[in-house]
């Protein structure tokens, strides 16, 4: 009998409930199949926890998340909140979870399925088969740094200050988990960041090196501005293989590199924490795209990049490489039959909903 | 006769001299032809005004930019000068001409010459006829806010700080050069920042609203994430009229918008200050690419994001739009003619150099 694994839910907001559903019937099948044991529970994050209990994230909820094996999000934001305070607002849940789980790894695929190649709005050779992997640090950077805030001036006026805030520890940490994946990959690591005229990038390419250098000598590091970076990903994508960034960085270029596959619907990610003595760390995954408030409560929204951020979560969490293997390949049978969400539909493909794109999964599994 | 305008020539590092020669030929020819009058002189910055004075940027060449009524810069840097120390690095003579001569607002046209529209990595169809307009803020933001810099902490780490800041006034006066320019286009705005995660992207977005609502109500103004930005530059990006954004996400998303197009060789720039009591601005120009060490002094590099920043030259501090609108269709005139350097050549096309570029283009202004 395989050990139960505490998950918690955090759906959100806009679609994040539905496609979350979809997850649920993938977890029942491998309950029912005695393949996994879950235990799960529920939670409220963004907007609706603010609606709720008038936080984006209620320190009850911060508990149970410290106390999972894993957790599930959905998505977070709205329209609805858009005026709220900013400390109230649906992105502080999530900045928090980050925060005080310690995630400072967020892994980001952005991966071309070859039936979806030409979604994208490169041309189909640049981008079929693609698959890059951004490792973002989550934790750190002008994010969380401090002083931050909007003050006023003796003159009148107002004055807004961030602060890039990176410590050695911080830099080294990440790099560890993107040199490690890119150990299990093509071993070509590329690190990012603006030494050119950033101290905390130069930081970052002196510490990002002496690790190389001293811990990963296999691996073929490189160093990339990061401007040069989101140009190279539009001219040529498939050069990278690993591409290690800091917070605010990877939060532009890996949505670069998600959309570069023309399949956001499609594109989940990992964050996770340190690992501990039993080699256990926090984690949290969620899929890439947003809360899409447009088509929430449709059943039109997309449910393979939550499917495939669990399946992550089965893979880098549970150490169940077998099962994540299974979900990964019906999410590719699924495809390769020509069924497909509003998002993906292509002339000629048969389109379905939320939850026809899970019968369709299921059905797959079951096979 | 017309008034003779002082131009400083800073033809920098890498391939900036051979590139600077050919507008040399097109000045030679206005004033030949009786349009203009210009006095030049030449000035070293970056790697080359290291090597020969040890800085980055003279003094006496500072000097000679803020007495200019425009300078022309080609590009600075280059692996020979990598090692430097941060505040010997070629790129801190450019910075500190933009800071010194306080040219508050980068003009970044990306623009696709519709002879070259293949060129791109998107599909044609997504980027032919492409026109967007990205104005950056230059001379605020983490670029050039203090504190910054790395120290060492008591518990052997290092820190690396950089700090973003704005005050109302650096905002207010970009806003209304991008304002004043969307007026002149298709009349939307979008501008662009965090303010879901940043202080200095909420007070951002307040003072452009501010700007937007008293000063330009027939201009359309939309707002986005920088994130998002750079997903639907690549999704769509005919969407966009004109983008205003700070430093650091403006080097991002121009030089992303600059690589949709497929043709960095051909993107000029403009920076400009506050005009003077007379309308007068400080002004810089140069192309958007870089100093391309590795073809360097071989005259294959194309001179065109050259000349075309001269003409922007002639457009924006001396008023000559009838010249400037001359040499942009001499540059349109020699692309249909299917005359290409390298970093344009396609099938069925003639290759040229950087001097025959020069030659091709100056055969259609004589004509
Ligand atoms: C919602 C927002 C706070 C978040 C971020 O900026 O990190 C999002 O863009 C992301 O990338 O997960
Ligand atoms: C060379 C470098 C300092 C510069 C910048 O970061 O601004 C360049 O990338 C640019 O965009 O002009």
Known sequence: MPSTKKILFLPGDGIGPEVMAQVRRVMDW?????????EVEDGLVGGSAYDAHGTPLHDDTMKLALAADAVLLGAVGGPKWDNLDFSLKPERGLLRLRKDMELFANLRPALVFDALAEASSLKTELVAG???????????GVYFGQPRGISDLPNGERRGVNTQVYDTHEIVRVARVAFDLAGKRDK????????????????????????GTTEFPDIALSH?????????LVRQPKQFDVIVTDNLFGDLLSDCAAMLTGSLGMLPSASLGEADAN?????????????APD?????????????????????????????ADLIDQAVRDVLADGIRTGDIMQPGKT?????????ALLAKLAA
């Open 279 to 291: 080699g256990a760390r926090k984690a949290m995954y969620e899929p890439v795209h947003g809360s």
């Open 30 to 38: 491998l309950v029912a199949s005695g393949r996994a044991s879950f």
């Open 295 to 323: 088509i929430a409560g449709q059943n039109k929204a997309n449910p393979l990049a939550t499917i495939l951020s669990f399946s992550m979560m089965l893979r880098y969490s549970f150490d169940m490489g077998v099962e």
């Open 188 to 211: 070509r690591l590329c690190s990012v960041e603006k030494a050119n005229v950033m101290e905390s990038g130069l930081l970052w390419r002196e510490e990002v090196t002496k690790i």
């Open 224 to 232: 990339m501005y990061a401007d040069n970076c989101a140009m190279q």
């Open 130 to 140: 693609l698959d890059i992997l951004i490792v973002r640090e989550l934790t750190g």
């Open 351 to 359: 389109l379905v909903g939320t939850s026809g794109m899970g019968d």
